[in-house]
């Protein structure tokens, strides 16, 4: 069986286009944690529909319902833990690296300058929306995680394998380097 390789990281660093470039090189299924959890809110009656929707006001009163309602999440990582130990998975999300034993653990970073300029390019937006966008997801989903699990998401980087810092690498280089990365660990 294939080892799994999960892809964390703050908001807007890379991880989608990381993960979909690993799973596309090692012949893997890629699954997007946020995908899993948009079909979730659109259970709930949420129109997410679209990659930039958790920008959005509605996808920000999504997070404010998860922040009310640990359910959501608890169940999304349950979903992902189970996939994930399958085997032959690139799965990125923000908390299934602290609740698994095995596979490779990937943590990608960069400034918040960086991010925000991510987003605002990806995402057609202006730099403030994108600053205090990329700042809000990532203070409320680290005060979620601390309440839910305990661990602080963004500093306690003590389960990754790898840690790497995307600010002044292309797509294609953090790619290039996540590759041989996992070519030794795998």
Same mark, same amino acid.
């Given at each position: =069986?294939?080892?799994?390789?999960?892809?964390?990281?703050?908001?807007?660093?890379? /991880?989608?286009?990381?993960?979909?470039?690993?799973?596309?090189?090692?012949?893997?299924?890629?699954?997007?944690?946020?995908?899993? $959890?948009?079909?979730?809110?659109?259970?709930?009656?949420?129109?997410?529909?679209?990659?930039?929707?958790?920008?959005? /006001?509605?996808?920000?009163?999504? $997070?404010?319902?998860?922040?009310?309602?640990?359910?959501?999440?608890?169940?999304?990582?349950?979903?992902?833990?189970?996939?994930?130990?399958?085997?032959?998975?690139?799965?990125?999300?923000?908390?299934?690296?602290? $609740?698994?034993?095995?596979?490779?653990?990937?943590?990608?970073?960069?400034?918040?300058?960086?991010?925000?300029?991510?987003?605002?390019?990806?995402?057609? =937006?202006?730099?403030?929306?994108?600053?205090?966008?990329?700042?809000?997801?990532?203070? /409320?989903?680290?005060?979620?995680?601390? /309440?839910?699990?305990?661990?602080?998401?963004?500093?306690?980087?003590?389960?990754?394998?790898?840690?790497?810092?995307?600010?002044?690498?292309?797509?294609?280089?953090?790619?290039?380097?996540?590759?041989?990365?996992?070519?030794? $660990?795998?």
């Amino acid at each position: =069986m294939t080892k799994s390789i999960v892809i964390s990281g703050p908001p807007a660093v890379g /991880k989608t286009t990381v993960a979909k470039g690993l799973a596309k090189e090692f012949n893997l299924q890629y699954l997007s944690g946020g995908d899993v $959890l948009k079909e979730m809110a659109k259970e709930q009656g949420f129109n997410s529909d679209g990659d930039d929707w958790w920008d959005t /006001k509605e996808g920000l009163k999504f $997070l404010n319902q998860r922040e009310e309602n640990s359910e959501f999440d608890k169940n999304l990582d349950k979903k992902l833990t189970d996939l994930f130990k399958q085997g032959g998975m690139v799965i990125t999300s923000y908390t299934l690296p602290w $609740l698994i034993e095995d596979g490779i653990k990937i943590w990608l970073e960069g400034s918040h300058a960086s991010s925000t300029k991510r987003m605002q390019t990806r995402d057609n =937006m202006s730099s403030e929306n994108a600053y205090e966008i990329t700042k809000s997801r990532f203070d /409320k989903n680290k005060a979620l995680y601390k /309440k839910l699990y305990g661990f602080s998401f963004g500093d306690d980087k003590a389960v990754f394998d790898v840690i790497i810092n995307t600010d002044n690498l292309s797509a294609n280089q953090v790619i290039d380097v996540t590759t041989e990365t996992v070519r030794k $660990l795998l």
